[in-house]
């Protein structure tokens, strides 16, 4: 009986391999193995949700969590050769800020609603179309059923959707809400590096996964973003020797 069991269970195990298809998902490393190989996709999946907050409500923290996503899509765009889509309810993108992140004003297209209801529509059609190589949109509410359908139009198309989660009042933390999303981040300053002389080095952010699907939550130092949106590692933190992030490999896994 049990010699049955086991034959017929091999069975069913062999034809739910031949039923279901094999999907190919493309990846987007950072390209610094410090930060790749603690994600579970080994950075990040291109056809997904993925959600940035910044630490606390301060200008500094804001900042930094809005270059770390010019850099994604910076670096997406290179590699895609569209444009990127940027929806907001708000008009404050600084674009000589977002030029420094390598997201240049020539490859980005400024969409701005008149609400959240009518941005997450936005977001949806444009990755339904699939003109954009990537779309980064600034929320303060976004339903649990909304981040699902996000979750499932960029798996469809294969295009990233990057959500800048925005407070809705000082206290509250943008990540608390329930997602479906595939990475959860929260971004803050940290000191820069000193220099021999006066001046400020480049920035360094604290660079938090909240929550990422198949791996565990951990938090490193880089340094922001270059003028090609590349991160890097400090040398003197020493997760590695220290790695600039050049253009990345981008891998299917």
């Known amino acids: ?17 031949i039923a279901t298809p094999v999907v190919d998902h493309r990846i987007m490393p950072f390209g610094i193995p410090a930060l790749d190989d603690r994600l579970a996709s080994r950075g990040l999946r291109a056809g997904a949700l993925h959600e940035v907050a910044a630490q606390s409500c301060s ?38 800020g977002l030029e420094q ?15 959240d209801a009518a941005l997450l529509a936005v977001v949806e059609d444009a990755v339904r179309d699939g003109t954009p190589s990537a779309v980064i949109a ?12 996000l979750q499932l139009v960029a798996a469809d198309a294969d295009i990233p959707v990057l959500i800048l989660r925005r407070r809705r009042n000082r206290d509250q933390d943008p990540l608390a809400e329930p997602s479906a999303a595939w990475t959860r981040w929260r971004i803050a300053s940290a000191s820069s590096e ?60």
């Open 59 to 96: 200008m500094v923290d804001d900042a930094a969590a809005t270059l770390f996503l010019a850099g994604i899509a910076a670096r997406e765009a290179a590699h895609a050769g569209g444009p990127v889509l940027w929806v907001s309810c708000r008009n404050d993108l600084y674009a000589p």
């Open 1 to 17: 009986m049990i010699t049955a069991l086991e034959s017929l269970s091999t069975t069913i195990a062999h034809l739910r391999t």
């Open 138 to 149: 600034e929320v303060s509410r976004m339903p649990m059923v909304a981040t699902r359908r």
């Open 101 to 115: 992140a390598g997201l240049s004003s020539a490859d980005l297209i400024h969409a701005q609603p008149r609400d």
């Open 194 to 253: 000193r220099l021999g002389v006066a001046g400020v080095g480049r920035s360094r952010w604290q660079v938090e996964v909240a929550r990422q699907r198949g791996g565990e939550a951990f938090s490193m130092i880089l340094e922001g973003c270059d003028e090609t949106g590349c991160l890097a590692v400090p040398a003197a933190l020493g997760y590695r020797a220290a790695e600039t992030a050049g253009p990345a490999r981008y891998a299917v896994a």
